[in-house]
């Protein structure tokens, strides 16, 4: 069993963060409407210190957080959180390698993404990835082939060694 860490992101991390904000937002109002006693801005106050102290934490548990990729000839494995991903690399019709940028606020962004394929699946959320964000270096030593020290690379030259006909490259985002 091999093992590499990196620094993961699942999909759909930002949407979620941007739906618990508009709700919590949502019942503060709702709070404030309900509530028309001279109590009331006290109460949304309330919400509002106590949703600002969860957005702290949660901004704490969520940053880039290392996690550690276990690996073989038959299974790749991980965890974040509380969920578990197996994948099982005889059931994969194809894996692939992707750059993805992110535009946030003047700074970019760039995550080496490495996604499994199960038979037809056209649902991106079916498709468990492994990301790791990556630097503009990076890019250059993929370009010239020399990015075998990238945790992903690894991972990826491992895999297509034992599955060829499933390895697919680099495709474009």
């Known amino acids: 069993m091999y093992k590499i860490k990196i620094h993961f992101e699942p999909d759909g991390l930002h949407w979620a963060a941007a739906g618990i904000t508009v709700l919590a937002f949502l019942l ?3 709070a404030g409407i309900l509530i028309g006693s001279p109590t009331g801005p006290l109460v949304m106050w309330g919400i509002f210190i106590v949703y600002m102290a969860g957005l702290l934490i949660a901004a704490m548990i969520f940053k880039d957080h290392t996690i550690e990729v276990e690996y073989d000839k038959h299974t790749v494995r991980w965890k974040w959180l509380w969920k578990e991903y197996k994948v099982d690399l005889s059931e994969i019709e194809k894996f692939v390698l992707r750059v993805r940028e992110y ?18 699946s056209d649902d991106l959320w079916d498709e468990p990835n492994l990301n790791d964000r990556i630097d503009s270096d990076s890019i250059i030593q993929m370009a010239e082939g020399k990015a075998d020290d990238l945790p992903l690379m690894q991972l990826y030259n491992f895999l297509a060694d034992e599955y060829p006909e499933k390895a697919k490259g680099f495709v474009k985002w």
């Open 103 to 120: 535009n946030m606020k003047g700074a970019v962004i760039r995550r080496l993404e490495l996604r499994f394929y199960p038979p037809e």
């Open 28 to 30: 503060m109002f709702i």
